[in-house]
């Protein structure tokens, strides 16, 4: 790939975004920006492509957040990764909506199953050496719990999402 490909690969992705952010409704397809079929070959292409540029601005927060939570003396990772994860949601709702109307295609399956990893790693809910299986489990339990809204203005500790493990039933 080429500079000229890479930017103009970057300037469809806004393009997509834009349009979805204009249109919430309407279906993901690649005819509804003018040249995007001829930078994404198909609609599982760009779906991976957002799902990467996700990942990217997730990864970003996550690492600042459990950086500064690891500096803390009673910092809290499972607390940075949800807030890392919720901001990177509400500055990115366009993204996150196009992601969770296709979580369930298979273009973006391995992508879901490395985000449920690296959320569970990140924070500190598994660890490196336990089988995928489970780390994924806690994974994908995490990131449900993230989706859903935080309860409003309640006052209340987030606390019990530390506690996520404990919850999780053992298959």
Not at 98 to 119: S, V
Request: no cysteine; hydrophobic share 45%; net charge neutral.
């Amino acid at each position: 790939m080429t500079w000229d490909d890479f930017h103009q690969r970057q300037r469809t992705i806004r393009a997509i975004l834009e349009h979805a952010a204009r249109h919430p409704s309407a279906p993901l397809e690649l005819t509804a920006v003018p040249g995007a079929d001829e930078v994404f070959a198909d609609r599982a292409d760009l779906l991976r492509a957002l799902h990467y540029k996700w990942t990217q601005v997730l990864t970003g927060r996550i690492d600042v957040g459990v950086q500064d939570a690891d500096a803390e003396p009673h910092g809290d990772r499972v607390e940075a990764v949800t807030n890392a994860w919720r901001r990177a949601a509400a500055d990115n709702p366009a993204l996150r909506a196009i992601l969770d109307a296709h979580a369930g295609e298979p273009a973006l399956a391995q992508a879901a199953l490395q985000e449920q990893r690296m959320l569970a790693l990140s924070a500190g809910l598994a660890e490196q050496h336990e089988p995928a299986s489970e780390t994924n489990r806690v994974g994908k339990a995490f990131r449900s719990l993230l989706r859903a809204e935080p309860s409003a203005a309640s006052g209340k500790s987030r606390r019990p999402l530390s506690q996520l493990r404990k919850l999780i039933p053992s298959f």
